[in-house]
């Protein structure tokens, strides 16, 4: 795996293994972090040569940039040299490394200069430090008094370039330089160090003689991540390529704290002037989301590794933390710092749905077994902040969607008391399989409660729509947000009023080409306000799910194509935590790798547009695909299913469809198979939709009916103003009509049987695929109707 660029200013580099980080902007300089410690800012490369006396920044001469899992690449070219830059943090190891390979017409002089820091993450910190230069090991020592926390910043040869004295933290840089001969060289810049003295942070440096073998073993372990986890291959690259990176991009937030242990962290960011790095600390919440995608590509032991970690953490109260700063264990967190620990009323809703989600996924009775009490006693934790209602009361349990605005202290919220109640019914299910009649008669009348009340409190029937929250004073929030997604994604409230809702918010103005706003265009939008105004990815995850689960399939796939594009157009193989509402372009101040900005789209698109669930006690796969008409194949590998691993492929010629099943543990599970049905028409089935699959089975149909898609062409950056596509449909006994809004810069396919005539106004022109499939572009067309009648 890799990905080739050139460069442009943004452009987000990083190389994290689960105990360092190295990250920055493009020329901006490097980053790096030894969790919890950030060791050094601001390094950048200079090169002076001597034939020319010329010096200058290296990034003058960048020619192009390649990902890889384990490195990150960068070459440059001078008509006096060719150089090699590869950004490498190894697995388990606290340092990274810069390693250089050069070929040079002349003698070079590489200048290295940074910023010392030597300070524990937000809201931690240490004092006294100091930063010297050692000529045994060719670097900076930086240090403190009580010899708890060093790091070193050297390579081999090197001399010191710095006036800088020890003490001297200013801004100018700390600088030292390397002799580079004319020929063939390579070279190494170690920063190295964490908490830990001065004597164990130099034994790190004995790694600087095998980082070939570490550098591949960085690159197997990622290879077999990838090829051991769910694999997709579509006519779509853009989702093939999300799909593998954003698999490694959610491996790469599970890191190590040499206090905490192992946990799932919620992005990751250069921290600028201060200690916080992104969100590179733990987030409950953002785990237990995450881990709904994580569990879908089978990657449970993450999952399980996640829920035991915050298990640990959880209060007397049975309250699971919101977040927990990797200084902690440096810092009295939970006592001095406690406001932030418990700040959010939906972080243990969201925990228990994980822990419900990882069980009916994996089928494992021992974690319920050893964890029961604990997850009671996170359920019984809301008793205190419910009412009589059963909804959550949100200005005592905590914030909810929104956390900031006048808007962020509401009295109950459907995104809240939603996540609540999708939680409960899946421990419904889980209780229910480990045999307990009591806590489900308990969840029972709780799932009841909450339900009626959602129903009757968030509900307004004239506007045909569900809203975020009800204020102190019984009044309902009157915007129009993507909020209630949330709890339809899970199919937990009524489907009419859930598919009407949908339809509402997916054609009003809080819909862009590039994905849903926070909030409708009103006088409270801001395009780059954090919760009333931008595009968040975590949003849309699950407002793709929830257009797909209510029948909204183009606008499904519309929302997931956007993500992709946005991937695409990032080039970093991560994803931006915000971007505008008015402009497709990411927020500046944004954290550039945001697990949840990935994982509920890799959600969105398995359990969406694949429509794959699994039910690991009853070994039950429900195989639902709502995939683009215009797509001819598929395949599925690594699906697991209890015990069983199962690969599904598809394949269409004309109008006949067939996916092929094959078990290959051959170990017996169901299948019960959801065709999706033409918008206009019918499937003719040659073979059962519900079977056992023991060994290889294919299940085929004929599709008779019309159905259609629909991709924009101009989804870049900086696109604005763009309005999203409406496609309403007019059925009649003998025509369907498609009437098509804002669909300027589009290319619209269309299946369409014998025996239909076709016809577009304004007269456009239709390209014929195949015997049954066609395709329109509509440039510089923004309304359109194309009629379907029968002859």
Same mark, same amino acid.
């Given at each position: 795996?890799?990905?080739?660029?050139? @460069?442009?200013?943004?452009?987000?580099?990083?190389?994290?293994? %689960?105990?360092?980080?190295?990250?920055?902007?493009?020329?901006?300089?490097?980053?790096?972090? =030894?969790?919890?410690?950030?060791?050094?800012?601001?390094?950048?490369?200079?090169?002076?040569?001597?034939? @020319?006396?010329?010096?200058?920044?290296?990034?003058?001469?960048?020619? $192009?940039?390649?990902?890889?899992?384990? #490195?990150?690449?960068?070459?440059?070219?001078?008509?006096?040299?060719?150089?090699?830059?590869?950004?490498?943090?190894?697995?388990?190891?606290?340092?990274?490394?810069?390693?250089?390979?050069?070929?040079?017409?002349?003698?070079?002089?590489?200048?290295?200069?940074?910023?010392?820091?030597?300070?524990?993450?937000?809201?931690?910190?240490? !004092?006294?430090?100091?930063?010297?230069? =050692?000529?045994?090991?060719?670097?900076?020592? #930086?240090?403190?008094? @009580?010899?708890?926390?060093?790091?070193?910043?050297?390579?081999?040869?090197?001399?010191?370039?710095?006036?800088?004295?020890?003490?001297?933290?200013?801004?100018?840089?700390?600088?030292?330089?390397?002799?580079?001969?004319?020929?063939?060289?390579?070279?190494?810049?170690?920063?190295?160090?964490?908490?830990?003295?001065?004597?164990?942070?130099?034994?790190?440096? %004995?790694?600087?003689?095998?980082? &070939?073998?570490?550098?591949?073993?960085?690159?197997?372990?990622?290879?077999?991540?990838?090829?051991?986890?769910?694999?997709?291959?579509?006519?779509?690259?853009?989702?093939?390529?999300?799909?593998?990176?954003?698999?490694?991009?959610?491996?790469?937030?599970?890191?190590?704290?040499?206090?905490?242990?192992?946990?799932?962290?919620?992005?990751?960011?250069?921290?600028?002037?201060?200690?916080?790095?992104?969100?590179?600390?733990?987030?409950?919440? $953002?785990?237990?989301?995450? =881990?709904?995608? #994580?569990?879908?590509?089978?990657?449970?032991?993450?999952?399980?590794?996640?829920?035991?970690?915050?298990?640990?953490?959880?209060?007397?109260?049975?309250?699971?933390?919101?977040?927990?700063?990797?200084?902690?264990?440096?810092?009295?967190?939970?006592? %001095?710092?406690? !406001?932030?620990?418990?700040?959010?009323?939906?972080?243990?809703?969201?925990?228990?749905?994980?822990?419900?989600?990882?069980?009916?996924? @994996?089928?494992?009775?021992?974690?319920?077994?050893?964890?029961?009490?604990?997850?009671?006693?996170?359920?019984?934790?809301?008793?205190?902040?419910?009412?009589?209602?059963?909804?959550?009361?949100?200005?005592?349990?905590?914030?909810?969607?929104?956390?900031?605005?006048?808007?962020?202290?509401?009295?109950?919220?459907?995104?809240?008391?939603?996540?609540?109640?999708?939680?409960?019914?899946?421990?419904?299910?889980?209780?229910?399989?480990?045999?307990?009649?009591?806590?489900?008669?308990?969840?029972?009348?709780?799932?009841?409660?909450?339900?009626?009340?959602?129903?009757?409190?968030?509900?307004?029937?004239?506007?045909?729509?569900?809203?975020?929250?009800?204020?102190?004073?019984?009044?309902?929030?009157?915007?129009?947000?993507?909020?209630?997604?949330?709890? #339809?994604?899970?199919?937990?409230?009524?489907? $009419?009023?859930?598919?009407?809702?949908?339809?509402?918010?997916?054609?009003?103005?809080?819909?862009?080409?590039?994905?849903?706003?926070?909030?409708?265009?009103?006088?409270?939008?801001?395009?780059?306000?954090?919760?009333?105004?931008?595009?968040?990815?975590?949003?849309?995850?699950?407002?793709?799910?929830?257009?797909?689960?209510?029948?909204?399939?183009?606008?499904?796939?519309?929302?997931?194509?956007?993500?992709?594009?946005?991937?695409?157009?990032?080039?970093?193989?991560?994803?931006?935590?915000?971007?505008? !509402?008015?402009?497709?372009?990411?927020?500046?101040?944004?954290?550039?790798?945001?697990?949840?900005?990935?994982?509920?789209?890799?959600?969105?698109?398995?359990?969406?547009?694949?429509?794959?669930?699994?039910?690991?006690?009853?070994?039950?796969?429900?195989?639902?695909?709502?995939?683009?008409?215009?797509?001819?194949?598929?395949?599925?590998?690594?699906?697991?299913?209890?015990?069983?691993?199962?690969?599904?492929?598809?394949?269409?010629?004309?109008?006949?469809?067939?996916?092929?099943?094959?078990?290959?543990?051959?170990?017996?599970?169901?299948?019960?198979?959801?065709?999706?049905?033409?918008?206009?028409?019918?499937?003719?089935?040659?073979?059962?939709?519900?079977?056992?699959?023991? &060994?290889?089975?294919?299940?085929?149909?004929?599709?008779?009916?019309?159905?259609?898609?629909?991709?924009?062409?101009?989804?870049?950056?900086?696109?604005?103003?763009?309005?999203?596509?409406?496609?309403?449909?007019?059925?009649?006994?003998?025509?369907?009509?498609?009437?098509?809004?804002?669909?300027? $810069?589009?290319?619209?396919?269309?299946?369409?049987?014998?025996?239909?005539?076709?016809?577009?106004?304004?007269?456009?022109?239709?390209?014929?695929?195949?015997?049954?499939?066609?395709?329109?572009?509509?440039?510089?067309?923004?309304?359109?109707?194309?009629?379907?009648?029968?002859?």
């Amino acid at each position: 795996m890799k990905k080739t660029f050139k @460069t442009r200013q943004r452009l987000y580099l990083e190389s994290m293994g %689960k105990r360092s980080c190295m990250m920055g902007f493009f020329g901006q300089g490097w980053e790096v972090w =030894s969790w919890p410690v950030k060791l050094i800012a601001n390094l950048k490369t200079s090169v002076w040569i001597p034939k @020319t006396m010329d010096t200058h920044d290296l990034t003058l001469f960048t020619n $192009d940039i390649v990902f890889r899992p384990e #490195i990150v690449k960068i070459s440059y070219a001078h008509p006096l040299f060719e150089l090699e830059e590869r950004a490498f943090a190894p697995i388990n190891f606290p340092g990274c490394f810069l390693i250089y390979d050069v070929n040079a017409s002349t003698d070079l002089e590489m200048i290295f200069s940074f910023k010392p820091e030597l300070n524990l993450m937000w809201p931690g910190s240490i !004092g006294g430090q100091y930063c010297h230069w =050692s000529d045994s090991l060719n670097g900076f020592l #930086i240090s403190e008094p @009580t010899d708890s926390f060093s790091a070193i910043v050297r390579s081999v040869g090197a001399i010191k370039y710095s006036k800088e004295g020890d003490h001297a933290f200013s801004d100018n840089p700390h600088t030292f330089k390397l002799h580079v001969s004319r020929g063939v060289n390579r070279f190494v810049v170690s920063i190295v160090g964490g908490a830990m003295g001065k004597k164990a942070c130099q034994e790190l440096l %004995k790694i600087e003689e095998g980082l &070939d073998q570490e550098i591949e073993k960085a690159n197997e372990h990622y290879r077999n991540y990838s090829s051991s986890t769910l694999r997709i291959e579509t006519p779509d690259e853009e989702l093939n390529e999300f799909f593998e990176w954003g698999k490694l991009s959610m491996l790469k937030g599970l890191i190590e704290n040499p206090n905490l242990g192992e946990g799932l962290i919620a992005g990751v960011g250069p921290s600028g002037k201060s200690t916080r790095a992104g969100f590179a600390w733990f987030f409950a919440g $953002d785990a237990s989301i995450n =881990s709904l995608s #994580i569990c879908g590509f089978n990657d449970v032991e993450t999952v399980k590794k996640s829920l035991a970690f915050y298990f640990s953490f959880q209060n007397e109260e049975g309250r699971i933390p919101h977040e927990i700063s990797q200084s902690h264990g440096f810092i009295d967190w939970f006592n %001095k710092y406690k !406001g932030f620990a418990f700040l959010h009323a939906d972080t243990t809703a969201w925990f228990l749905l994980a822990c419900a989600n990882y069980v009916l996924h @994996t089928g494992d009775t021992k974690f319920v077994e050893e964890y029961r009490e604990k997850i009671l006693k996170a359920l019984r934790f809301y008793d205190s902040l419910c009412d009589e209602t059963g909804l959550i009361v949100n200005y005592r349990a905590g914030l909810g969607a929104l956390e900031i605005s006048d808007f962020r202290r509401s009295k109950y919220e459907i995104y809240t008391s939603g996540i609540y109640l999708a939680a409960m019914k899946k421990l419904e299910r889980v209780f229910e399989r480990m045999g307990e009649e009591e806590v489900c008669r308990e969840l029972r009348e709780k799932i009841e409660k909450v339900e009626t009340s959602i129903e009757r409190f968030f509900w307004d029937e004239v506007k045909g729509s569900y809203f975020l929250s009800i204020n102190a004073s019984d009044q309902l929030f009157p915007y129009l947000t993507p909020w209630p997604a949330f709890p #339809i994604s899970f199919g937990v409230l009524d489907p $009419d009023r859930s598919k009407r809702s949908m339809r509402k918010m997916l054609r009003s103005d809080v819909i862009t080409r590039w994905g849903a706003r926070s909030i409708e265009v009103c006088e409270h939008y801001d395009p780059i306000n954090y919760n009333l105004g931008s595009v968040w990815y975590f949003i849309n995850g699950f407002v793709a799910k929830a257009a797909y689960e209510t029948d909204h399939i183009l606008e499904g796939w519309q929302i997931v194509k956007a993500a992709l594009r946005a991937f695409s157009e990032e080039n970093s193989t991560h994803l931006s935590e915000l971007f505008s !509402g008015d402009v497709f372009a990411p927020i500046i101040t944004a954290v550039p790798h945001q697990l949840f900005s990935v994982g509920p789209i890799l959600w969105s698109v398995m359990e969406g547009t694949f429509g794959l669930e699994v039910d690991a006690f009853e070994k039950i796969l429900c195989f639902r695909p709502r995939v683009p008409i215009h797509w001819e194949r598929f395949v599925i590998d690594n699906v697991k299913v209890a015990d069983s691993t199962v690969r599904i492929e598809f394949v269409r010629k004309g109008k006949s469809f067939e996916y092929r099943f094959k078990n290959l543990s051959r170990k017996p599970i169901k299948v019960t198979f959801e065709p999706k049905k033409p918008r206009f028409g019918e499937i003719v089935a040659e073979t059962p939709f519900e079977f056992v699959l023991e &060994d290889e089975f294919s299940v085929r149909y004929n599709l008779q009916g019309i159905d259609y898609a629909l991709e924009y062409t101009n989804l870049r950056f900086g696109l604005s103003n763009a309005k999203p596509a409406i496609l309403s449909e007019i059925k009649s006994e003998n025509s369907f009509q498609l009437e098509c809004e804002n669909v300027n $810069d589009s290319v619209i396919y269309f299946f369409c049987p014998e025996g239909f005539a076709v016809r577009t106004e304004p007269d456009l022109t239709v390209s014929r695929l195949d015997d049954f499939l066609y395709r329109v572009e509509t440039t510089g067309t923004k309304n359109l109707k194309i009629t379907f009648r029968k002859i």
